[in-house]
């Protein structure tokens, strides 16, 4: 059935590529991603791949700047290597925040990263949950952009949560949002902030009935946590019972974590796009795996298949 699919990973997350190729019952492609004295990345394919359907996983998260030409070289050593089709899987695409010009003489990063992506040789692009949807726009070959709104869902079912209220974090965020309070057939609430710098945001309002609900704050990314937190305390200080969150992408930089323990999250529920190291391993954050999810979307890829059934 998959005698001409093939799945490699750089050394971004290997354990999700792991988990990926099980969910396919397939095994993971040989490669070696090295580095040469210096400190240049080294990369040689270990098996042949001519005229095979490629599907390369690696999200570009920290190290961002290594995990992207890691990913770049990977790509063009598939190219001449004459795989067929080769599918860039970034479960978290990296340099994503930086969207638009909204300043002067800033860059647009995220243009920047499909350019050299599409330009290295990649025919298609999966990944899920970008912190823009308009990012899509950026790229001249076909993205699927995946959801992982049904991976939250049927976690927080479980717990059976009762009295619930969805909360965006940002105005930017009510789309997303009110997705999840039409799953959860609940109301949503809306955190209007201002943003003081690049790291830190002040809570100005909050839109919605809070007082005596269990809230998800729902949110694609968690770097440093403070905008979580700051968001956190406004609804504890609005009346909020027990606050969870469902957050894709646990970039957890910088003091996240310690901000975390000291807040008054009940838990936080992460995807494995990105590695959650041992180090990072806390009481009150929980892995959600998305490999059925990406094992799926790469099975109907390869098959010329609608993925369109993964949204529903």
């Known amino acids: 059935m998959f005698d001409k699919l093939a799945v490699f990973c750089g050394n971004a997350n290997p354990k999700l590529a792991k988990d990926i190729c099980k969910y396919l019952r397939l095994k993971l492609g040989q490669a070696e991603v090295t580095r040469f004295s210096e400190g240049e990345i080294r990369v040689k394919i270990n098996e042949n791949v001519r005229g095979k359907d490629v599907f390369l996983i ?3 998260c920290s190290p ?3 995990n992207m030409m890691e990913l770049l070289i990977m790509i063009d050593a598939l190219k001449r290597a004459s795989a067929s089709r080769i599918t860039a899987v970034l479960p978290y695409y990296g ?8 300043q002067p003489r800033v860059p647009i990063t995220a243009k920047l990263v499909a350019d050299l992506i599409t330009v290295a040789g990649a025919s298609r692009l999966l990944t899920i949950d970008l912190h823009a949807g308009q990012i899509q726009g950026f790229f001249d070959i076909p993205v699927d952009h995946l959801y992982a709104i049904n991976t939250f869902v049927e976690y927080f079912q479980k ?9 965006s974090p940002d ?3 009510i789309k997303m949002a009110r997705a999840y309070a039409k799953r959860f057939n ?3 609430a809306i955190i209007d902030k201002r943003r003081i710098n690049t790291t830190q945001t002040e809570v100005m309002n909050i839109m919605g009935e809070v007082k005596g609900k269990n809230a998800i704050i729902i949110d694609d990314l968690v770097a440093t946590a403070g905008s979580l937190v700051e968001a956190t305390q406004a609804l504890k200080n609005q009346g909020a019972e027990d606050i969870y969150a469902a957050i894709t992408h646990p970039v957890l930089s910088g003091p996240a974590l310690e901000r975390i323990e000291k807040s008054a999250l009940k838990h936080i529920a992460v995807c494995d796009t990105i590695p959650v190291e041992d180090g990072k391993i806390h009481p009150k954050i929980k892995v959600l795996t998305v490999a059925p999810l990406l094992g799926e979307a790469i099975k109907r890829i390869h098959n010329e298949e609608s993925v369109s059934c993964l949204f529903d």
């Open 58 to 60: 690696q999200p570009t």
């Open 64 to 66: 961002p700047n290594e």
């Open 95 to 102: 340099y994503a925040r930086q969207d638009r010009k909204d």
């Open 159 to 167: 717990l059976r949560l009762q009295n619930l209220v969805v909360v």
């Open 171 to 173: 105005v930017g965020g």
């Open 186 to 188: 609940t109301n949503l």
